[in-house]
């Protein structure tokens, strides 16, 4: 069974905080991606990886970092979060001009 | 503008409706999925398109390339077809652009 695993399904973090969402695929993807989801804007990449340490910036990565040391894990990093940062996150993985499989998406509020 | 537009937004619908989400798109693409979101976040991809119609169960998906067009069909609609639905396109690139969703409401 294919998975995709997000660390965590809900977070809350103070403004300011650095923040650490975890992603990790145990499919042999190459690809990997780190959306955000927000009521009427739908999802907006912010950054997507090809390869172990490569990576791409998407549509709106002001604000984030990402991280891929390994093939099967790719972090987003929010360095210093801001409450306009408050949204749903959702990792993804896929193989070349194949599908795309989807975590169960991190919730995170930042007060 | 969107490169993914979908429509209509929300749709409610009797159970048993059949039921039609439209997805129109402006860029070259190498392929387009189908995913569903249910409450609670979670995505699964339904289908993945780059040519003609593929049918799961009471799904059906087709596309057509020249006029940038694909919709997703549900026959015979049933309360637990309610979910967000939502089209993505895999542009020539390999990242991918998503349309804002339908809310799909099946009443019994």
């Known amino acids: 069974d294919v998975k995709v695993t997000q660390s965590s399904r809900y977070l809350v973090k103070r403004t300011g905080e650095k923040v650490f969402l975890e992603c990790v695929q145990d499919m042999d993807h190459e690809n990997m991606f780190w959306y955000r989801q927000d009521p009427g804007l739908g999802l907006r990449l912010i950054y997507f990886?090809?390869?172990?340490?490569?990576?791409e910036k998407g549509d709106i990565p002001e604000g984030y970092s990402v991280s891929r040391e390994k093939k099967e894990r790719f972090s987003l990093i929010l360095e210093s979060a801001s409450t306009n940062q408050t949204s749903m996150y959702l990792c993804?993985?896929?193989?070349?001009?194949?599908?795309?499989?989807f975590g169960q998406g991190t919730r995170l509020t930042v007060v | 503008k969107n490169e993914v537009e979908q429509s209509p937004q929300n749709l409610t619908a009797q159970e048993g409706e059949f039921i039609t989400i439209n997805c129109s798109y402006s860029?070259?693409?190498?392929?387009l999925h189908w995913l569903q979101q249910h409450p609670g976040g979670g995505i699964v991809s339904l289908f993945m398109?780059?040519?003609g119609k593929k049918k799961h169960g009471r799904l059906i998906a087709t596309i057509n390339i020249q006029e940038k067009h694909s919709s997703l069909h549900i026959t015979a609609s049933h309360p637990r077809d309610s979910a967000v639905y939502i089209c993505a396109v895999r542009r020539n690139n390999n990242d991918m652009r998503f349309g804002a969703g339908t809310r799909l409401t099946v009443k019994p």
């Open positions: 398109l780059s040519s």
């Open positions: 860029v070259g693409i190498s392929a």
């Open positions: 990886s090809y390869d172990v340490k490569m990576k």
């Open positions: 993804a993985s896929s193989r070349t001009y194949t599908e795309a499989f």
